[in-house]
C-alpha cells in the first residue's frame, strides 16, 4: 500500500462515498490503493463536528437509564461520556448512518469538497511565515539593532557578521514584517526607506569657458584610450550652503576610496591647495602615482587648470579633464559615493563647526564600510594592500573596527 501524501478531489470524493456505503477503512484503502492508516488520518483530520441540542437535554450520560439520581451532572463519580463505535472507532464519521436523525449525540460529518479546500490552505499557510528559530531571532536582533542605529547598512552588517547566516533579501523581508520590532528595528531603521523628492530637469544656462577646450570629456577618452594603465581620480565638491563651508572630495574608482579638505572659499585658489597639501604629504614620485589624473565637473571652483596641472615648483604635476556640461554622470563613482556622505551630513545640515579632523573622521569611516562590489571588503582594506597604511594616514584615513563604523550625523556632530 501506498502512504498519503497528497490526495486530489476526486480521492477525497471517493472516500466520502465509500464511507456512506459503510465500507471499512482497509476497503478503501484497498480501492484507492491507500495505507488504511493514512486514510484515517485523512478522516479524523478533516471531519467536522456537528453539536447537538441541548436544550432538552444539557447532559448526557452512557448511565443515565440505570442511575438514581435524578439531578445529572458532571462532576458526578458516576458519570461517564456516551459513546458510539461508528463515530469514534470506524469509520469515525455519521456519514451513512441510519439513525443520525435520532441520534442525541454530538455528530461528525467527512464533507470531500471542505476537506479538500481546508487541505489546499494549510498546504499554503505552511510555506509561509518565518522561517526561523527563537534563539536566531534573538542573536540576529540583537546585533544588527545597535549597527543599524549607527547607520550601517544591511550588507554591511552580513559582511561584517557572517555567523549570521542569514542572505540579505531575507534579512529586508523579515525587518520588513516586522520580525525584529522588539529590538527597535523596523522599516524606517534601513537607509535606503527614504522619500527621496523627484529630480525635476531645471537647469542652470551656464556659458562654457573657453579654456575647457583640449580638456573636454572627448579629449578625456582619447587620453585614456592612450594611456590605458592610468585611472582617473574624480573630484567633486559638497557643501549645504553657498555661503560655504566646502568639502572637495575625490574619489579613487577602482578602490571606491575617498579623502576630502575642507574649504571656506569656493575658488580654484582655495581648491587647488588641496592638492598642494597631498603633494607636500606624499612626496613628488607617490603623489603623480596617485593623482596622475583628475576628472571633474565643470563648477566655478574648478575652472582655472592650471592651477590644478601645475605645481608649487611650476612643474606640470597632472592632467586635468572635465565632463560634459549638466553631466554628472560621466563621473559617476564620486557622485554615488557622496551617498555615504549624505548620511553623515544630511542636506540641510550647517556645517559652521565643521573641522578638517572631523572631516578626516567621517572618510575614515566610510572608507571602512564593505562594498559589494568589492566582495565585502572595504576600500580602507583594498588601498591599503597597494599603497600601505602609512600613505592612507598621510591622506587622513585610519581604520576604523567594522562593528564601531557610523554613518549618522551623531558621528561628527
Same mark, same amino acid.
Given at each position: 500500500? *501506498?502512504?498519503?501524501?497528497?490526495?486530489?478531489?476526486?480521492?477525497? /470524493?471517493?472516500?466520502?462515498?465509500a464511507?456512506?456505503?459503510?465500507?471499512?477503512?482497509?476497503?478503501? &484503502?484497498?480501492?484507492?490503493?491507500?495505507?488504511? +492508516? &493514512?486514510i484515517?488520518?485523512?478522516?479524523? *483530520?478533516h471531519?467536522?463536528?456537528?453539536?447537538?441540542?441541548?436544550?432538552n437535554?444539557?447532559?448526557?450520560?452512557?448511565?443515565?437509564?440505570?442511575?438514581k439520581?435524578?439531578? +445529572?451532572?458532571?462532576?458526578? *463519580?458516576?458519570?461517564?461520556?456516551?459513546?458510539?463505535?461508528?463515530?469514534d472507532?470506524?469509520?469515525?464519521?455519521c456519514?451513512?448512518?441510519?439513525?443520525?436523525?435520532?441520534?442525541?449525540?454530538?455528530?461528525?460529518?467527512?464533507h470531500?469538497?471542505r476537506?479538500?479546500?481546508?487541505?489546499r490552505?494549510?498546504?499554503?499557510?505552511?510555506?509561509?511565515?518565518?522561517?526561523?528559530?527563537?534563539?536566531?531571532?534573538?542573536?540576529?536582533?540583537?546585533?544588527?539593532?545597535?549597527?543599524?542605529?549607527?547607520?550601517?547598512?544591511?550588507? /554591511?552588517?552580513?559582511?561584517?557578521?557572517?555567523?549570521?547566516?542569514?542572505?540579505?533579501?531575507?534579512?529586508?523581508?523579515?525587518?520588513?514584517?516586522?520580525?525584529?520590532?522588539k529590538?527597535?528595528?523596523?522599516?524606517?531603521?534601513l537607509?535606503?526607506?527614504?522619500?527621496? *523628492?523627484?529630480?525635476?530637469?531645471?537647469?542652470?544656462?551656464?556659458k562654457?569657458?573657453?579654456?575647457?577646450? &583640449?580638456?573636454?570629456?572627448?579629449?578625456?577618452l582619447?587620453?585614456?584610450?592612450?594611456?590605458?594603465?592610468?585611472?582617473?581620480?574624480e573630484?567633486?565638491?559638497?557643501?549645504?550652503?553657498?555661503?560655504?563651508?566646502?568639502?572637495?572630495?575625490?574619489?579613487?574608482?577602482?578602490?571606491?576610496?575617498?579623502?576630502?579638505?575642507?574649504?571656506?572659499?569656493?575658488?580654484?585658489?582655495?581648491?587647488?591647495?588641496a592638492?598642494n597639501?597631498?603633494?607636500?604629504q606624499?612626496?613628488?614620485?607617490?603623489?603623480?602615482?596617485?593623482?596622475?589624473?583628475?576628472?571633474?565637473?565643470?563648477?566655478?571652483?574648478?575652472?582655472?587648470?592650471?592651477?590644478?596641472?601645475?605645481g608649487?615648483?611650476?612643474?606640470?604635476r597632472?592632467?586635468?579633464?572635465? +565632463?560634459?556640461?549638466?553631466q554628472?554622470?560621466?563621473?559617476?563613482?564620486?557622485?554615488?559615493?557622496?551617498?555615504?556622505?549624505?548620511?553623515?551630513?544630511?542636506?540641510?545640515?550647517?556645517?559652521?563647526?565643521?573641522?578638517?579632523?572631523?572631516?578626516?573622521i567621517?572618510?575614515?569611516?566610510?572608507n571602512?564600510?564593505?562594498?559589494?562590489?568589492?566582495?565585502?571588503?572595504?576600500?580602507?582594506?583594498l588601498?591599503?594592500?597597494?599603497?600601505?597604511? +602609512?600613505?592612507?594616514?598621510?591622506?587622513?584615513?585610519?581604520?576604523?573596527?567594522?562593528?564601531?563604523?557610523?554613518?549618522?550625523?551623531?558621528?561628527?556632530?
Open positions: 500500500m *501506498k502512504k498519503i501524501h497528497h490526495l486530489t478531489l476526486q480521492e477525497r /470524493q471517493a472516500i466520502q462515498t464511507i456512506e456505503e459503510g465500507k471499512t477503512k482497509a476497503e478503501i &484503502g484497498r480501492l484507492l490503493g491507500k495505507d488504511p +492508516c &493514512g484515517s488520518r485523512e478522516i479524523i *483530520k471531519r467536522e463536528v456537528k453539536e447537538r441540542n441541548t436544550y437535554r444539557p447532559i448526557l450520560c452512557a448511565k443515565r437509564k440505570d442511575c439520581i435524578r439531578k +445529572c451532572f458532571r462532576s458526578c *463519580k458516576e458519570f461517564e461520556e456516551p459513546a458510539c463505535v461508528r463515530r472507532r470506524l469509520p469515525g464519521v456519514n451513512g448512518c441510519e439513525k443520525r436523525t435520532k441520534c442525541p449525540l454530538d455528530k461528525y460529518f467527512y470531500a469538497a476537506a479538500d479546500s481546508r487541505y490552505e494549510e498546504l499554503v499557510s505552511c510555506r509561509e511565515g518565518i522561517n526561523i528559530e527563537q534563539s536566531d531571532r534573538n542573536l540576529i536582533g540583537e546585533t544588527i539593532s545597535p549597527l543599524l542605529k549607527q547607520g550601517q547598512s544591511v550588507y /554591511q552588517i552580513l559582511s561584517n557578521h557572517p555567523e549570521l547566516q542569514i542572505s540579505d533579501r531575507t534579512l529586508y523581508r523579515y525587518i520588513e514584517t516586522g520580525v525584529f520590532r529590538f527597535g528595528v523596523n522599516n524606517f531603521s537607509k535606503e526607506q527614504v522619500n527621496r *523628492k523627484q529630480f525635476q530637469e531645471k537647469y542652470k544656462k551656464r562654457e569657458p573657453a579654456n575647457y577646450n &583640449g580638456r573636454k570629456y572627448a579629449d578625456y582619447e587620453f585614456i584610450q592612450q594611456n590605458p594603465d592610468i585611472t582617473a581620480v573630484m567633486d565638491t559638497v557643501y549645504n550652503q553657498q555661503s560655504g563651508p566646502y568639502i572637495q572630495t575625490f574619489m579613487f574608482p577602482g578602490m571606491q576610496f575617498m579623502v576630502g579638505r575642507l574649504h571656506f572659499e569656493k575658488t580654484s585658489e582655495s581648491m587647488s591647495s592638492l597639501h597631498y603633494q607636500g606624499l612626496g613628488d614620485a607617490l603623489f603623480s602615482k596617485l593623482f596622475k589624473l583628475l576628472l571633474t565637473d565643470r563648477g566655478s571652483e574648478f575652472e582655472k587648470a592650471n592651477l590644478f596641472e601645475i608649487v615648483d611650476g612643474k606640470q597632472l592632467n586635468i579633464f572635465y +565632463c560634459d556640461a549638466m554628472s554622470a560621466q563621473k559617476p563613482h564620486v557622485e554615488n559615493n557622496h551617498n555615504f556622505v549624505r548620511d553623515v551630513i544630511p542636506n540641510g545640515k550647517p556645517l559652521d563647526r565643521l573641522t578638517q579632523d572631523s572631516v578626516n567621517m572618510f575614515s569611516h566610510i571602512s564600510t564593505p562594498r559589494r562590489a568589492l566582495h565585502g571588503k572595504t576600500p580602507y582594506e588601498f591599503t594592500f597597494y599603497f600601505g597604511n +602609512c600613505v592612507a594616514e598621510k591622506l587622513g584615513i585610519i581604520e576604523i573596527q567594522k562593528d564601531d563604523v557610523i554613518l549618522k550625523p551623531s558621528l561628527i556632530f
